[in-house]
C-alpha cells in the first residue's frame, strides 16, 4: 500500500537558520511527490512538486525539496528560515496511476525571532 | 481570478440535519475532490471525481454523498450528520496527475 509519513508533529528553528521538514514514503513505480504549506484559516497551498529529473527540486518563497529514491525520503529545505515561514506543512504522493494524493499527517513549523 | 470556491464557509448543525457543501471551480479543471482535515490526521480524501458525470469513493466515504453537476461544479452533501463528522471541509481540483491540486479556503463544520 501506498503510504507518506511525516516523523515529525512539530519543527522549531530560530529566524536565520536552515530548516528542514523531513518526508518519507512508499509507493510502487516512480513517485510523484507533492509539498504543500498551510496558514491559519487558509486551504493548502501549492509549493513544489517531483516528477522525473534533477533530485534538487526549487519550489516557492525559497524552499527546495531532495528527493532521495535510497532511502525513499523528500525533505523540505530552506537555506534561512523566516518567521513568516511558520504554518503547516504537508508532504504529498500521488496514488499510481490516478490523480489522487495520498497526505502526510503535517509537520508544524515555527520559526521564533 | 477566484480559483476554487466553497460555500458556507462555516456551519453549526444539529445531529441528524442534512446540508450540502458547494464547490467550484473556474480553471477548467478535469478532476475535482473533497477531503476532511482533521487534528493529526492531515487530510483524507473522502469522494474524488476524475470528470463530468464521474466518481469514486476515497479513504473515508460513509455518511457522505457527492454530485459532480457539470464540470466547474462538485458539491458533497451530509443527509444526517453526526459529530464524528465535525471537521474542516477541503475541495480541490487539479488537471493531470503531475500536476498540483488547487484548494479552497475551506467550510468549518461544527456538529452538535
Known amino acids: 500500500a501506498q503510504s507518506v509519513a511525516q516523523p515529525e508533529d512539530q519543527v522549531n528553528v530560530a529566524e536565520g537558520n536552515p530548516l528542514t521538514v523531513k518526508c518519507t514514503y512508499s509507493?510502487?513505480?516512480?513517485?510523484?511527490l507533492f509539498w504543500y504549506v498551510q496558514y491559519p484559516n487558509r486551504g493548502l497551498q501549492f509549493l513544489l512538486k517531483?516528477?522525473?529529473?534533477?533530485?534538487l527540486v526549487k519550489g516557492s518563497y525559497g524552499f527546495e525539496a531532495e528527493f532521495n529514491k535510497s532511502q525513499t525520503s523528500f525533505h523540505l529545505k530552506k537555506p534561512s528560515a523566516l518567521v513568516s515561514d511558520s504554518a503547516l506543512y504537508f508532504c504529498?504522493?500521488?496514488?499510481?496511476?490516478?490523480?489522487?494524493?495520498?497526505f502526510g499527517t503535517g509537520t508544524r513549523l515555527q520559526v521564533f525571532p | 481570478n477566484a480559483g476554487v470556491t466553497q460555500t458556507p464557509k462555516f456551519q453549526v448543525l444539529k445531529t441528524g440535519q442534512s446540508m450540502t457543501l458547494q464547490c467550484a471551480q473556474d480553471?477548467?479543471?478535469?478532476?475535482m475532490y473533497w477531503y476532511r482535515q482533521d487534528p493529526g490526521m492531515g487530510l483524507r480524501l473522502i469522494y474524488y471525481?476524475?470528470?463530468?458525470?464521474?466518481?469514486d469513493k476515497g479513504e473515508v466515504p460513509n455518511g457522505y454523498n457527492v454530485s459532480r453537476l457539470n464540470k466547474r461544479e462538485f458539491s458533497l452533501r451530509l443527509e444526517s450528520a453526526a459529530p464524528s463528522q465535525t471537521s474542516v471541509y477541503f475541495c480541490?481540483?487539479?488537471?493531470?496527475?503531475?500536476?498540483?491540486?488547487?484548494f479552497g479556503d475551506g467550510t468549518r463544520l461544527s456538529i452538535l
Open positions: 504529498a504522493v500521488r496514488v499510481v496511476n490516478t490523480d489522487k494524493l495520498i
Open positions: 480541490a481540483s487539479s488537471t493531470y496527475s503531475n500536476q498540483p491540486q488547487h
Open positions: 509507493v510502487s513505480g516512480n513517485p510523484y
Open positions: 471525481s476524475a470528470s463530468e458525470g464521474t466518481t
Open positions: 517531483y516528477i522525473t529529473g534533477d533530485n
Open positions: 480553471m477548467n479543471h478535469n478532476s
